[in-house]
């Protein structure tokens, strides 16, 4: 069941375009994936998550984790295989 949920919330995401990328991470990857969902540099979102965490302090501690969960890494280009199928 607890698989089924993840699945669904991880293909959501993925569908509008919230993914972890594999390169280009600092702790998890979760400001660069939003800065890229969003169209801006991933350090302009970094100082930007930065702050507000000085601005509203300790809800980002919570929301960062979360979505480090929630939101799916990046699948590599050969998501299958890296080889060829056999003729």
Do not use: C
């Not at 919230?18 to 990857?29: K, Q, S, V, Y």
């Not at 969003?38 to 930007?48: Q, T, V």
């Amino acid at each position: 069941m607890r698989d089924t949920v993840m699945n669904t919330v991880h293909d959501s995401m993925s569908r509008q375009g919230l993914t972890r990328p594999r390169e280009g991470r600092l702790i998890a990857g979760v400001v660069a994936g939003l800065a890229r969902r969003f169209g801006i540099d991933p350090w302009l979102a970094r100082l930007l998550f930065v702050v507000v965490l000085l601005a509203i302090p300790g809800s980002q501690i919570l929301v960062y984790p979360i979505l480090w969960i929630l939101m799916p890494s990046e699948k590599p280009a050969f998501a299958t295989s890296p080889y060829p199928p056999a003729a």
